[in-house]
């Protein structure tokens, strides 16, 4: 019989006995790290975030710029672990907004992911080479500055 974890992410209980009445200590399974992907919804970022998944030793934030972008992802990443016959617990992939041009939604992110959170994976960008415009975040921010 496993038992359940209640006081530490990685620890063991003395909560079992044995046939002669012996406390057991039984260990828990560790605890899945939280791992946020920024910009999680194309390319290595969504990549990622699938052999994350399928690993099943992590819980995925996809962190994307719209929370429809992140649900799209998160139906993706599902249906091609079905299609290559692999599972996914979809409680291990959570869909979060989070608009790195503004510092508002950010920050809505930070309150709405929660925590803990083990590991960041920094993916989303822009980059304007050879534009002659200049991009502004919704705060000001030259636009590869504030996002990046």
């Not at 699938?50 to 799209?72: I, Q």
């Not at 091609?80 to 920050?107: H, M, Q, W, Y």
């Not at 992911?113 to 080479?129: F, I, K, M, R, T």
């Amino acid at each position: 019989m496993l038992a359940t974890e209640t006081s530490s992410r990685n620890g063991a209980f003395a909560d079992e006995e044995n046939a002669a009445g012996e406390d057991v200590v039984v260990a828990s399974p560790p605890a899945k790290m939280r791992v946020v992907i920024t910009g999680s919804n194309s390319g290595i970022g969504l990549d990622a975030a699938y052999k994350l998944a399928t690993m099943g030793t992590s819980v995925v934030a996809l962190a994307c710029r719209t929370l429809d972008k992140a649900e799209r992802a998160k139906r993706e990443i599902l249906q091609r672990a079905a299609d290559e016959g692999k599972t996914i617990d979809p409680n291990d992939v959570e869909c979060f907004e989070c608009d790195l041009a503004s510092l508002a939604s950010v920050r809505k992110f930070a309150r709405d992911v929660g925590g803990p959170v083990d590991a960041l994976a920094l993916n989303a960008g822009v980059e304007y080479s050879g534009d002659p415009t200049v991009h502004r975040t919704e705060d000001g921010f030259e636009e590869t500055i504030g996002v990046n």
